[in-house]
């Protein structure tokens, strides 16, 4: 079975530095997404970045961008130019290519100072 | 696009009585939607997975007539916490997965119940 693992409970930033966020999960499969959801104190859960497994290039939002490496399992999320609206709960997530399940990890709840 | 309602977004209720929680998808089609809880602090439980015009997939441990599912159409799916109590307390969230694009969910807002 697959596995999520975010082994940061919490993360703490100063506004306008960078913090990257760890996730490892686990899978036998090859064919797989990723995924990083925001849920800020309003508890609506919103989509930040999505990578494809079968993809080399890291994906881009804006000021967010991950880390994939395949071979480790590894899944980080580096935030840049970090804001006050940015401090909120992330969650890493997996899901198998035409699965129907997708799995989250823990979370880690980030913190931005002013 | 990919916008994902849900109402109510609060809803307090006597214990033993029935709550109905809805979900929509407002700009797609979604054949499957998904049902999860959130304890305070903690991750997302999937409760069950809704097929539109089929039988709900429940998670183990999740009791299928306590937590009454329907997929009536491919915009829709509701929620029915029957004969509620104090237990039953936790926020509600869905979410749906665009036919168009099957790959990815998109939440919604999520309902805070409080049995009393």
Redesign the interface.
């Known amino acids: 079975a697959q596995t999520v693992t975010q082994s940061q409970p919490e993360m703490s930033v100063q506004e306008a530095e960078t913090v990257t966020l760890s996730c490892t999960y686990d899978t036998s499969e090859s064919d797989y997404y990723l995924f990083w959801y925001k849920q800020p104190p309003s508890r609506q859960m919103i989509l930040v970045i999505r990578q494809e497994a079968y993809k080399q290039q890291n994906a881009t939002e804006n000021r967010f961008s991950v880390n994939f490496q395949k071979a480790a399992k590894s899944f980080s999320l580096k935030i840049s130019d970090s804001q006050l609206g940015d401090a909120a709960m992330y969650f890493c997530a997996y899901k198998n290519t035409g699965g129907f399940k997708t799995i989250f990890g823990a979370g880690t709840r980030l913190f931005v100072k002013a | 696009g990919a916008v994902v309602s849900q109402h109510p977004s609060w809803v307090i209720c006597k214990s033993g009585t029935s709550v109905k929680i809805e979900c929509r998808s407002l700009d797609f089609q979604a054949t499957?939607m998904?049902w999860y809880r959130?304890f305070p602090?903690?991750?997302?439980m999937?409760m069950a997975?809704s097929n539109e015009g089929s039988k709900a997939t429940y998670e183990q441990g999740v009791e299928k007539d306590k937590f009454l599912i329907n997929h009536a159409s491919l915009t829709l799916s509701t929620l029915t916490v029957t004969s509620a109590h104090p237990e039953d307390s936790s926020?509600y969230?869905c979410?749906a997965r665009a036919d168009r694009n099957?790959?990815?969910?998109?939440?919604g807002?999520?309902t805070r119940l409080l049995v009393l």
């Open positions: 499957t998904f959130q602090k903690q991750s997302l999937l997975t926020f969230i979410s099957q790959e990815t969910q998109y939440f807002p999520g």
